[in-house]
């Protein structure tokens, strides 16, 4: 996935929760844009608890993204 793909999901307004899909199979939700920072080799994505307050940072390969996926929106049908 190119950083600037990735740059894009994170730009769009109104923002549209995303999923990051790397080749490893792990996933990172982004339900907020302030949740990832984007450089050109690398996200740093915050990982939230079970409460949604972000506790710690993950830091992606650019390289190894392999999707963004849209997020369902509560209350939709």
């Given at each position: 996935?190119?950083?600037?793909?990735?740059?894009?999901?994170?730009?769009?307004?109104?923002?549209?929760?995303?999923?990051?899909?790397?080749?490893?199979?792990?996933?990172?939700?982004?339900?907020?844009?302030?949740?990832?920072?984007?450089?050109?080799?690398?996200?740093?994505?915050?990982?939230?608890?079970?409460?949604?307050?972000?506790?710690?940072?993950?830091?992606?390969?650019?390289?190894?993204?392999?999707a963004l996926e849209?997020?369902?929106?509560?209350?939709?049908?």
């Amino acid at each position: 996935m190119t950083f600037e793909a990735i740059r894009s999901r994170l730009a769009v307004r109104p923002f549209q929760p995303f999923r990051i899909v790397t080749s490893s199979g792990e996933t990172y939700d982004v339900r907020h844009p302030e949740m990832a920072v984007v450089t050109k080799t690398e996200i740093a994505v915050a990982r939230a608890d079970d409460d949604g307050t972000p506790s710690r940072l993950v830091l992606v390969s650019t390289l190894h993204v392999t999707a963004l996926e849209p997020l369902g929106t509560a209350g939709a049908a």
